[in-house]
């Protein structure tokens, strides 16, 4: 599906407030209701909105150890890959997981009620894998920027 810049200016307005009428997004948008409803159902149906979601102040509701770790596997076998990956998955402490290159094959972001709930999260996931070579943790002092707007 190739976006207009209706459809950019569609996305960005529902990034911002998901929660808004379909009426007052066609307002917003010069179109009519009818019109608003249709692309955003198709945007919808290829996947480019992929959902809705609230934004929580972590802090707020009482989670408030956040890192970043940079994992190094000691070697990229499908075992050991598949394994780190079930893992990360199993664990909503996980937030993000990214594979990347560099010194470190993942990224992850984890959000822990406190430093106790940190190490806990650690003692019974990463540090039993066989596999990982490294763990680099970094301490998020706090969040500059929350989710980018897309824009083509």
Request: aromatic share 6%; charged share 30%; with cysteine.
């Amino acid at each position: 599906m190739e976006l207009e810049e209706r459809d950019w200016r569609l996305l960005e307005h529902l990034q911002i407030d998901a929660r808004l009428t379909n009426q007052d997004l066609a307002d917003r948008l010069g179109m009519s209701p009818s019109a608003c409803w249709r692309r955003v159902r198709q945007l919808e149906e290829a996947g480019i909105i992929a959902g809705y979601r609230a934004t929580v102040d972590a802090r707020r509701a009482g989670m408030e150890f956040h890192a970043i770790l940079h994992v190094q596997l000691t070697r990229h076998t499908r075992e050991i890959v598949d394994r780190f990956i079930a893992e990360v998955l199993r664990h909503d402490e996980v937030l993000d997981c990214f594979a990347t290159t560099g010194t470190a094959d993942y990224h992850l972001r984890i959000l822990c009620r406190d430093l106790d709930a940190f190490n806990a999260f650690m003692e019974r996931t990463l540090f039993r894998l066989d596999g990982i070579a490294n763990i680099q943790t970094n301490l998020v002092l706090r969040h500059v920027k929350r989710a980018a707007i897309i824009r083509g």
